[in-house]
């Protein structure tokens, strides 16, 4: 790979890394989001993979808006429900190792979850949203919801919102605690210590949830101009539950706390190695039976919370007319988007893992960054 040119442009970026010649139009691209006559982001990541070559790790930017302090090759970032995939994979690891059976009941794991006619949703209907319990109990304080183990108690306690296993509808938050508890159960570690010891160390990675140990210096701050205090919120769904403003989101206490879907810490690079080490058929993380049941589509169509054609895996997004977690006209991707703008996700046609995280935030319902930056990838691949 060839090193990008390490001094400040025209305008002042300075954009850090690697990136392979045949690649530049992608460097292009995330370095022209960051000219002053049309600015779209303040600092960012991206990284790629293909072939299992590492084809582009690139960083720039400002961490930090207020201070100036530059996007370094280490700091890391929230990446929302980019998260729920890292989860994923760690399902589909206990599902390889015979710990977790994706058609089994929740309830095998989880008795207290067959309350109020649950007892029946599988493993996988659970991961793919299916279950029917997108909110959390209204009863439920503030603190009690930072509680992610108590929450996921009151949820299992709870009646569903539709037939469990009949439809399908985005579970924003709900899901990392019902998925949390289930993975502690199967996997009889706490989730922090399973993610360590199934993800993290054989790779080599780093990914956390929440900021705990990490170095107020490493973590990006949020920086959302002209959205900062305004709700983002889906169709028909309940602030309670789908509510986040860019505030709440930079705030100490979403930090400190454990968001098991919707609260990992990490770099663009760490992120697309997750998806790298799935797709890596010569030191395979998944056996190639397990990693078809993972990331086959489980359930298709309009959103009973989000209103929009979605499409799920076991807990992965898979592409639909109208949300995809790759590049559009990539129907074999299989990944996760998080709110404000980051992505991540693997295309086994093309034998590429990606992922883009950023600190500006982006409209939670569109954003072009990603198509941008993807579109430049496909080309070079062509």
């Known amino acids: 790979m060839s090193a990008v040119n390490n001094t400040p442009d025209r305008h002042n970026t300075l954009i850090s890394g690697h990136c392979d010649a045949r690649f530049d139009a992608v460097r292009e691209c995330f370095q022209a989001s960051f000219e002053q006559d049309s ?11 293909v072939d299992g070559h590492w084809v582009l790790d690139l960083w720039g930017g400002c961490a930090d808006s207020a201070s100036g302090r530059p996007w370094q090759r280490d700091t890391v970032n929230c990446v929302f429900s980019c998260t729920k995939g890292v989860l994923a994979l760690l399902a ?22 067959a309350a109020h006619g649950k007892g029946e949703l599988s493993v996988a209907q659970l991961l793919s949203h299916q279950a029917g319990l997108p909110l959390y109990p209204d009863t439920l304080s503030a603190a009690e919801l930072c509680d992610w183990r108590g929450s996921a108690q009151a949820l299992a ?6 037939t469990p ?10 899901w990392g605690n019902l998925v949390g508890t289930l993975l502690e159960r199967a996997g009889e570690r706490p989730l922090p210590e399973l993610l360590q010891a199934q993800l993290c160390a054989p790779l080599g ?67 697309a190695a997750l998806y790298q080490a799935a797709l890596d058929r010569r030191d395979p993380l998944l056996q190639t039976d397990t990693l078809h049941e993972a990331t086959r589509t489980r359930c298709s169509g309009r959103d009973a919370v989000l209103g929009q054609h979605t499409a799920f895996a076991a807990g992965f997004q898979r592409p639909t007319d109208e949300v995809t ?30 992922a883009y995280t950023m600190n500006r935030c982006a409209d939670p319902l569109g954003d072009e960054r990603t198509l941008r930056l993807t579109g430049e990838l496909y080309d070079c691949l062509r």
């Open 205 to 271: 990675v780093n990914f956390q949830l929440g900021t705990g140990g990490i170095a107020a210096s490493s973590v990006a701050r949020l920086d959302a101009p002209g959205i900062a205090g305004q709700p983002r919120t889906m169709p028909d769904a309940d602030r309670q539950a789908l509510l986040l403003t860019p505030a709440v989101a930079d705030s100490d206490a979403w930090r400190r706390a454990t968001w098991p879907g919707a609260g990992g810490f990490c770099t663009a690079r760490d992120l």
């Open 165 to 174: 296993g009949s439809r399908h509808g985005y579970h924003a938050l709900s």
């Open 92 to 113: 589909a690891r206990l599902v390889d190792q015979g710990r977790l059976d994706y058609e089994q009941p929740v309830a095998a794991y989880w008795p207290a979850f």
């Open 157 to 162: 306690a709870a009646a569903p919102a539709w």
């Open 39 to 49: 600015p779209r982001e303040t600092g960012a990541a991206v990284a790629a993979c």
């Open 325 to 354: 977690p790759g590049h559009p006209g990539c129907d074999e991707t299989w990944g996760h988007r998080g709110i404000f703008g980051s992505t991540a996700f693997a295309d086994p046609r093309n034998g590429v893992a990606f």
